[in-house]
């Protein structure tokens, strides 16, 4: 038996805009039953002497000189823009600020 309802993946599916049939829906409470379960499982193995990590080798930072390089003209990037204005892309206003 899941212990995800069906209600409780459609309410996900309907925050995510996703419309899944019924059918779909057992399934993905299923599907999110066997990911619960074996992030239960990592959490019983994962104990107070095993330290926590965000990643199994270490990370390092690969840094490159920050040098100035031609670059590509405005011009001939603006005239491949569908619109341009004031030097710049014009792009149709979305939030209704001035």
């Known amino acids: 038996m ?3 309802t069906t209600d409780e993946v459609a309410r996900l599916a309907n925050l995510a805009r996703i419309d899944l049939t019924p059918a779909e829906l057992e399934r993905y409470a299923g599907e999110l039953e066997v990911i619960a ?7 019983e193995v994962a104990g107070d002497d095993v330290p926590a990590t965000s990643h ?4 390092t930072n690969v840094w490159r000189d920050d040098v100035a390089a031609p670059t590509l003209d405005r ?22 600020e001035e």
């Open 2 to 4: 899941s212990t995800f």
């Open 56 to 59: 199994p080798i270490p990370l």
């Open 75 to 96: 011009g001939e990037v603006l005239a491949s823009a569908p619109e341009a204005a004031d030097g710049k892309f014009a792009v149709p206003q979305i939030l209704g």
């Open 37 to 43: 379960s074996a992030v239960a499982r990592v959490s």
